[in-house]
């Protein structure tokens, strides 16, 4: 299929270098937009900080959003496991009184018993056990998940199957969970809203920050579904897929 020269320079965004957890290449220039959800999640956090003397951010990436949730308590500590994030978010949290650790899996949490009065926790994996463990008595966990029919609608764009293994994750299947591992649940809500990428190159480059939606993506193996995209999005104005999201809010019983 003869590909025109506007598709073959957003193409080229597959190029462009991501860091830490940081879209604003695509959502500063409005390339790509979310719709709204019906609670934010640092608008929850961010009175449950003043409260607590100690806290946890599970999976902080760069250390972007948790720089952000000022002033902190006497203690606080991030993990991360994507290695190319670690010298990014000790860079930017550290001067900040925040210890962030290396951790490999989620099920080992590298803090003694009792640690936290507060852990959150966006969009990160996390295991029920090793939350309850970490957290003091009466302690809070908040999280906001990606579910597990989140843009699926960009994997049958291209052809390419499903993640099966996250079929499961949804807010059922993890309100049930914390419950029957010693979790008082507070909140709970889950909504679909939509994702916009406005060309070819935005897709294109969110593909690469998240690999786990198409794994083994490789651009030049699917161009003509890729072609077909930018056709839909020059007459349209977009590309539009079905965000999952979920939130939950429990205490330690």
């Known amino acids: 299929m003869k590909h025109d020269l506007e598709f073959e320079v957003y193409v080229n965004d597959v190029e462009k270098p991501f860091s830490g957890w940081d879209f604003s290449y695509i959502t500063d220039s409005g390339r790509m937009a979310s719709g709204m959800l019906s ?11 003043g409260k ?5 951010d599970m999976g902080t990436g760069g250390g972007e959003l948790l720089s952000k949730l000022q002033p902190f308590p006497a203690k606080v500590c991030a993990t991360e496991g994507y290695l190319p994030n670690i010298s990014i978010a000790r860079e930017r949290l550290e001067p900040l009184g925040v210890k962030v650790y290396q951790i490999g899996e989620d099920d080992v949490l590298p803090f003694e018993d009792d640690t936290f009065d507060l852990i959150i926790n966006k969009h990160e994996s996390y295991s029920p056990v090793e939350v309850k463990r970490v957290l003091t ?35 059922a299947f993890a309100e049930k969970e914390l419950r ?19 060309d070819i190159g935005a897709l294109l480059y969110y593909l690469k920050a998240i690999p786990w939606q198409v794994p083994n993506f490789k651009s030049d193996n699917s161009l003509d579904e890729l072609y077909a995209i930018h056709e839909m999005i020059q007459a349209k104005g977009y590309f539009e897929v079905k965000q999952h999201r979920f939130l939950l809010k429990a205490r330690v019983k």
Not at 39 to 49: D, E, M, T
Not at 52 to 56: A, D, T
Not at 184 to 195: C, D, G, I, R
């Open 39 to 49: 609670w934010s999640y640092g608008s929850l956090v961010i009175p449950l900080i």
């Open 180 to 198: 029957e591992n010693g979790f008082e649940v507070l909140e709970a809500k889950e909504e679909y809203p939509v994702q916009r990428f406005y």
């Open 52 to 56: 607590v003397s100690s806290m946890l």
């Open 137 to 171: 008595r009466d302690g809070l966990f908040v999280t906001q998940q990606v579910g597990g029919s989140d843009c699926t609608d960009i994997n049958e764009a291209l052809g390419a199957p499903n993640n099966g293994e996250f079929s499961h994750w949804n807010l």
